[in-house]
C-alpha cells in the first residue's frame, strides 16, 4: 500500500497506544513520519521499530502544556521533514482521568490540567502547524476526540468538556481555513484496548466482558482500528472530507 507515498506528517502523542499504531500504519503506507510524544523513551521505541520495519521515522520530545515546547517540536520536526502535509494531534493525559468524578467534586486542578494538555495543547499544536500546511495551500490535521465528547457520562466531565471544546476547535480550523486547502476531522474512538492497558493489569476478564457486551460486535477496538480511519482521512482518499467526526467505536454509540 503507497496511498501516502512520500507524505510529511507529524502524529503528536505517539509513544504509546493509538498514535503509535497510527505512525506504523502511515509508515506502512509510504508516509514519513514524526513521532512526538512527551514519553520520549516511547517516542524513539516506535521510531526505531519503524526503521527496522524499512520506513522512515524520527521521534522528538514535546510537552502539549508547555507552549515552547510546542512550537520548538514542530519547527523541528517540520525542518528534519523538509515541510509538513499532515499531522495527527492525539496527545491527552489519562493520568488524572480516574480522578476526573463529576461536576461537584473533581478537582480544579484535574480539570486544569486534563483541559491544558487535552484541548489548549491542542490550539496551540493547531497554531504551530497551520502556517506549515498553508504555504503547500494543501494539508490535513486530524484530532483524536472520543466518544465520551458525546455520551452524556455520569463521570469525567472534564475529559468530555475537553474533547467536546476539540470538535469545535476542528469544526472551526476546518470552516476557516478550508478554503485555502486545509481540511480537519476528529475521530471518535470507542473504548480501544491498547498494549498499555493490558500490561497495567488493570483490566480484568470482568472488565473486559462488559465493555464487549457493550457493542453490537464479536470483539473489543484496537488501536490498529483508529489508526485506519487516520490513514485514510490523511490521504487522497479524504481530500473531500472535511469538518466531521466519526465515530469509530464497534456501533457502541450509533448516531
Ligand atoms: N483507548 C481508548 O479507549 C480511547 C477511547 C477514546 C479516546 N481515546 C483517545 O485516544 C488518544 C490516545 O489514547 P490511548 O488510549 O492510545 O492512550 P495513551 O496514553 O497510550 O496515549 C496518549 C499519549 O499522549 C501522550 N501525552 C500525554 N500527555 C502529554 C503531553 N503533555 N504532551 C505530549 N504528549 C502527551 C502520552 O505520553 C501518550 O503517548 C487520546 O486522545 C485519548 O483521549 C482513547
New binding site residues.
Given amino acids: 500500500m503507497s496511498r501516502l507515498e512520500g507524505q510529511r506528517i507529524i502524529v503528536?502523542?505517539?509513544?504509546?497506544?493509538?498514535?503509535?499504531?497510527t505512525v506504523r500504519r502511515l509508515a506502512r503506507e509510504g508516509a514519513r513520519v514524526c513521532v512526538?510524544?512527551?514519553?520520549m523513551e516511547?517516542?524513539r521505541t516506535v521510531a526505531q521499530d519503524v526503521c527496522d520495519s524499512g520506513g522512515e521515522a524520527h521521534a522528538i520530545a514535546?510537552?502539549?502544556?508547555?507552549a515552547p515546547?510546542?512550537t520548538d517540536a514542530v519547527t523541528s520536526s517540520v525542518e528534519r521533514l523538509g515541510g509538513l502535509d499532515g499531522a495527527h494531534i492525539?496527545?491527552?493525559?489519562?493520568?488524572v482521568?480516574m480522578e476526573d468524578s463529576d461536576a461537584q467534586t473533581v478537582s480544579l486542578d484535574v480539570f486544569d490540567r486534563t483541559i491544558?494538555?487535552?484541548l489548549k495543547?491542542h490550539l496551540l499544536c493547531t497554531r504551530a502547524l497551520l502556517p506549515h500546511l498553508l504555504v503547500n495551500k494543501r494539508g490535513a490535521i486530524v484530532?483524536?476526540?472520543?466518544?465520551?465528547a458525546d455520551a452524556g457520562e455520569p463521570v469525567r466531565p472534564s475529559?468530555a468538556m475537553?474533547?467536546s471544546g476539540l470538535n469545535a476547535l476542528m469544526r472551526h480550523v476546518a470552516s476557516c481555513y478550508g478554503a485555502q486547502g486545509i481540511n480537519a476531522n476528529s475521530?471518535?474512538?470507542?473504548?480501544?484496548?491498547?498494549d498499555?492497558?493490558e500490561s497495567s493489569g488493570h483490566l480484568t476478564d470482568d472488565i473486559k466482558d462488559y465493555m464487549l457486551s457493550r457493542i453490537p460486535g464479536t470483539r473489543l477496538?484496537s488501536?490498529d482500528d483508529?489508526a485506519g480511519m487516520v490513514a485514510m482521512l490523511l490521504s487522497e482518499d479524504g481530500r473531500w472530507i472535511n469538518g466531521q467526526v466519526f465515530n469509530v467505536?464497534g456501533g457502541a454509540l450509533m448516531r
Fill in positions: 503528536i502523542g505517539a509513544g504509546s497506544g493509538i498514535g503509535a499504531a512526538a510524544d512527551i514519553n516511547g517516542a514535546i510537552d502539549l502544556a508547555d515546547s510546542v492525539n496527545a491527552a493525559d489519562l493520568r482521568i491544558d494538555v487535552n495543547g484530532y483524536t476526540s472520543s466518544s465520551a475529559y475537553s474533547k475521530v471518535a474512538p470507542g473504548f480501544v484496548l491498547t498499555e492497558m477496538g488501536p483508529i467505536n
